[in-house]
């Protein structure tokens, strides 16, 4: 079984596309069938792991990368469309 799809960080709450999924095709990683891709997914692009509430974080490398504007579904796209960045707490 061949990995298609990689989780940087035990704390991330997606998962990335390491070649283009077709809707239906199982995500593999770390040599486990983990669930089906709910639509077509380009590789580099982002997949949810799990369920992810509006106004949760999207966890990439272990950080909260972007906010959810809407819930996103197990194997569905995240991307642009619904997410948005999340405010710094960095002051200048």
Do not use: C
Not at 27 to 35: R, S, T, Y
């Amino acid at each position: 079984m061949t990995n298609n799809a990689l989780r940087t960080n035990l704390a991330d709450n997606v998962i990335i596309a390491l070649q283009a999924l077709k809707k239906g095709d199982m995500a593999i990683v770390e040599n486990q069938k983990i669930f089906e891709v709910m639509e077509d997914i380009q590789a580099g692009h982002k997949i949810a792991l799990e369920s992810i509430a509006a106004g949760e974080k999207v966890y990439r490398y272990g950080e909260p990368i972007v906010e959810a504007t809407r819930t996103i579904n197990r194997g569905e796209w995240v991307h642009v469309h619904n997410t948005r960045p999340v405010p710094s707490d960095m002051t200048v």
